[in-house]
């Protein structure tokens, strides 16, 4: 018997999320020890959280079920942006609730401004769903017209990244007020908002079909305990709630949530030095007169590659130990996104660019 023949035709051809590997396997395959890999392809935070939220994710009893309701995250997610906790769902990660998006509404289409987060079209494809790209421009704007005209074809769900991975710029509340015209559910993430300053959030009050999604990973430095958020209109979130899996956000996430937000100055603080180390990297790379920044409102960069293969280039820091994201993908050709690190990181990410760029 094929096993196989059990599984959806359309699963066959389905292209797998392209993740980053775990340090301690990249350490193995490069050859360097761990302490030594400068991780500047996966967008984290690189320096963790603190000390008093890992002690809140350590101090929880493991042989317990967590909240399903999620009541006490929920009120504190809803006090730091200043909405209702019936405004507020969390999952395990912002993708957990992308997922739980696209089965609450079934659309005949979703549709999204590439280039852009890759799990919006994964997604897509899993649910079976038709994916409609639309391109964004020269210089990564959204194209408003064609994103009106998915939405006549028949798409039902807009995702739009803000700021956009893997460009970094944000979409400005003007285009996202126009998005909200149409009729159609607009999915605005902000996974890197802390770093940019601004939000889509106040739009809630007019806009019943925004939803805007956030996460822990970045700003709070819990990439490792998968925690993210949406913030809709009560009406979008309650459904939600009902139709996702009881015990989603585990304990320690939960703890560990809820003490960032409690001690959000201090991890805030770690992120403006994040923003000024971003803007120190545009520059020093920017200088050596073959990488060309985009400006960014995230926590990376991106940079076109001039006289050199950015793919070579890249395989070349991996061998060095240092570790920048490449796209194999012809709207991003010959680019490559570089996460903002701490100051040494920079520092050996531009003289390993010195040994390997063009001559």
Known sequence: MDSRRFIRDDIQDLSSYV???PLEVLATEIGVPVDELVKLDANENPYGTTLVVREAAASVPLHIYPDPAQGRLRSDIAAYLGVGPEQVVAGTGSDELLDLI???TLPTATATA?????????LSGIAGIRHVEVPRNSTFDLDLVGLRNAVGSGAGVVFVASPNNPTGNAATLDEIEELCGLDALIVVDEAYAEFAGTSAIPLLERYENLIVMRTFSKWAGLAGLRVGYAVAHPDLVEPMLAIKQPYNVNVAADAAAR????????LLATVRTIVVERDRLSHEVGTLGWLVPYPSDANFVLFDVEKADASAIAASLRERGVLVR???RADLSNKLRISAGRPQDTDRLVKAFKEVGPK
Do not use: I, N, Q
């Open 326 to 328: 490449h796209y194999d």
């Open 114 to 122: 590439t280039p852009t987060f890759g799990m919006y079209s994964f």
């Open 102 to 104: 696209l089965r609450l």
């Open 259 to 266: 003490a960032a937000l409690a001690h959000r100055d201090e």
């Open 19 to 21: 993740s980053v590997k």
